[in-house]
């Protein structure tokens, strides 16, 4: 017997961003292959279907799809433009990069749409189901993409280390899960919120080694010390376009993922997680400001300070408080502007058979390009986090809503770790403007290459100074919270 | 009794041919572990009374997945052994570490108390069968997850495509790396088995 049911198609409304990039991400493979004369059109056709994505986004109405599974409120739609901005402004500086070191454009455009999918639905997810097959789906496409440029040694080692890592994370979290979910009997995250008060697990010894492994996992995501061993060797491996794809975007998800399961679905256990995460920050601090210290690759430099940073946006997170989520997502919006800023400067220095990824390819920068170099110092103030860039007041916001939750040690640990952050920016600023040119070659900009710099500085100086609108348009997307 | 013999004797051998799958040398002897792994999967879902679950465990995984896998070993010349640097030279720090998460787990499992049951207890499945529930609410409740699930395999597929692929003029020094390539849609699986 066949039963034929009437399809809901409005129940689709949710999603439709996402299937409207999968889509996108379908045409791209196939633009590629029927139409190879056409390439250059498909970083263009990619930044389209992001911008449509992203205005879907922006305007659509909070809704609860497919029974609970997915959440498209103001949390997610605040994450969901942080990752769309992230694959728009590195879209745009790809083309000349992706020429100049060779990279097949087809699969790259198309395997970062289908990544960016599974952070759109890890940053909607209401269900530890789909959080956990939208964690997947954000990596596998990256595993693949790390290792996509195979002319370099180095990315095939990356790639290889990326996905052992990762999937030994993605263990550690389904086994967090698997626990959670059987002494809740429940996968949706708010009803575990419930259970857990209802049977009160608080205490329950199992219940907080679950949120031991699920810390653990989510660590791994977001490049946390102690677990953030992989970070540096696959951001250096991989081509620079995608380290500044990888230094943000699944950052900002993980963190989505991060916040959610913890203050929707484990606020009771916040005795628990507060203090972890304040050790876990101080210690992310603790690592990414010190080792960057001694690197001489710009590329390991960035990344280095790319934990550190994750560690400022953890300082947010274990307060507990609205205040400090909003403080924690209004810091990853500047960190998406600065970070990916100064990997497009990184990006300018790089040309055929060179990679200028060194600090003495920075040397004398100013002589050479003196718009680069002015660009890259502004960014690198923002990411030291002087005022009035945009990273002065991020940190800002972190450190006051850590302050009045009470985690006074944390916060002068973050300001100490904070100056010693300036010596290596700085020293970047000083090789830049102090030193004599190694390179005299001009650097070529292409058009996507200025509008997404122009784009990056707009972002820095504008919420540098005008910061209170996006304070404001955070507090506001997570009052349905 | 016998239910609970048979579980331990099946988590027993899970264990012991996990552990031998990473630990053997010999790659081939590594898939056949995991064929070992596979089959008592299926006698744990038997004890679960997911017969279905069950036999598309060893229809699809030992069956399939599991040639598929000795396939990619047979193509790819594994003569040279891939290695990697640790990030922690001293190998007894992870096995500390391990071990204590080992201790942890048994340690907590006096406290664990079991959550609130479904809608679908043995009898509700004994009623409407196995396989049709299964079928109900996949495509129902969990039709989110049952789609990204496919959009996974489709990312799995391009992803595969794209590292197996040669370069217009590429050296033979790419063999070595792709060595590699099969692994990302390999490991997919083995991810969803667990």
Redesign the interface.
């Known amino acids: 017997m066949i039963a034929s049911v009437a399809v809901n198609w409005t129940a689709l409304e949710p999603?439709l961003p996402e299937l409207l990039l999968?889509g996108v991400a379908v045409l791209l493979?196939g633009f590629d292959l029927f139409l190879p004369r056409q390439r250059q059109l498909l970083p263009w056709l990619t930044v389209i279907g992001c911008l449509t994505a992203l205005a879907m986004v922006l305007g659509a109405r909070p809704a609860i799809?497919?029974?609970g599974?997915?959440l498209a409120d103001g949390y997610a739609m605040v994450f969901k433009s942080i990752c769309l901005g992230t694959v728009i402004l590195t879209t745009l500086m790809s083309e000349r990069f992706c020429a100049v070191i060779?990279l097949?454009q087809g699969?790259y455009y198309?395997?970062t749409l289908?990544?960016l999918?599974g952070m759109l639905?890890m940053a909607a997810a209401g269900?530890l189901?789909?959080l956990y097959?939208?964690l997947?789906?954000m990596a596998?496409?990256i595993?693949?993409?790390v290792?996509?440029h195979?002319?370099d040694?180095r990315t095939?080692?990356a790639?290889?280390?990326y996905?052992l890592m990762g999937?030994f994370a993605?263990?550690l979290l389904?086994f967090g899960m698997s626990?959670v979910?059987?002494?809740?009997?429940?996968t949706e995250i708010a009803r575990i919120a419930e259970?857990i008060t209802a049977?009160q697990?608080t205490a329950?010894?199992?219940l907080?080694?679950a949120l031991?492994l699920l810390l653990t996992g989510f660590g791994f995501k977001v490049a946390a010390a102690p677990f953030h061993?992989?970070t540096p060797d696959v951001y250096e491996g991989a081509p620079t376009i995608l380290t500044a794809f990888m230094s943000v975007a699944p950052k900002a998800a993980g963190f989505a993922v991060f916040g959610r399961v913890l203050y929707l679905g484990l606020p009771a256990l916040h005795d628990q997680w507060g203090p972890i995460l304040a050790v876990l920050a101080l210690l992310t601090m603790a690592v990414g400001n010190i080792t960057a210290l001694c690197q001489q690759s710009l590329k390991r430099m960035l990344a280095y300070s790319s934990i550190a940073h994750a560690g400022y946006a953890l300082l947010g997170l274990l307060t507990g408080t609205i205040e400090g989520l909003a403080a924690a997502m209004t810091y990853l919006v500047m960190y998406l502007f600065m970070n990916i800023g100064a990997f497009a400067v990184l990006m300018l220095l790089a040309a055929p058979g060179r990679a200028g990824e060194s600090l003495d390819d920075c040397k004398g920068l100013a002589a050479r390009n003196p718009m680069a170099a002015a660009l890259m110092l502004v960014f690198l103030f923002s990411l030291t986090g002087i005022p009035p860039t945009g990273g002065f007041i991020g940190k800002f916001y972190l450190l006051k809503a850590a302050f009045a939750a009470g985690y006074t040690a944390t916060v002068v640990g973050a300001v100490l770790f904070s100056a010693i952050s300036a010596y290596f920016y700085l020293r970047v600023v000083r090789y830049m403007y102090m030193d004599e040119p190694r390179q005299t070659d001009v650097l070529h900009v292409s058009p996507g290459m200025s509008a997404a710099l122009g784009l990056c500085l707009l972002g820095v100086l504008g919420l540098g100074v005008f910061p209170g609108s996006l304070l404001d348009w955070t507090l506001a997307a997570l009052s349905g919270m | 009794m016998f239910i609970q013999i048979f579980f331990g004797y099946c988590a027993l051998m899970i264990t012991l041919s996990g552990i031998l799958a990473i630990s053997l040398r010999n790659p081939v002897h590594c898939v056949l572990m995991v064929l070992v792994l596979f089959f008592h999967m299926a006698g744990l879902y038997l004890t679960l009374n997911a017969e279905f679950l069950a036999a598309v465990q060893i229809i699809v995984y030992a069956g399939a997945i599991l040639v598929l896998y000795l396939f990619v070993l047979f193509l790819v010349s594994l003569r040279e052994e891939l290695h990697l640097d640790a990030f922690i030279a001293n190998p007894w720090i992870g096995r500390v570490i391990a071990g204590g998460l080992a201790a942890a787990l048994l340690y907590v499992i006096p406290a664990f108390t079991l959550g609130e049951k479904g809608v679908w207890s043995v009898e509700a499945i004994k009623q409407v069968t196995h396989t049709k529930a299964l079928g109900q609410e996949m495509y129902s409740t969990y039709l989110l997850p049952f789609e990204i699930g496919g959009l996974i395999l489709l990312v799995a597929l391009i992803g595969g495509l794209a590292l197996a692929r040669r370069d217009e003029g590429a050296t033979e020094a790419n063999a070595a790396d792709e060595a590699t390539t099969p692994l990302p849609a390999q490991s997919d699986h083995k991810e969803a088995a667990q």
């Open positions: 999603v999968i493979i799809g497919f029974g599974m997915l060779n097949r699969e198309s395997l289908l990544s999918v639905l269900d189901m789909t097959l939208g997947e789906l596998l496409p595993y693949a993409l290792g996509l195979k002319r040694g095939s080692e790639a290889i280390k996905f999937g993605s263990a389904l626990l979910y059987g002494l809740t009997g429940t259970e049977r697990l329950n010894p199992a907080l080694l031991g061993l992989w």
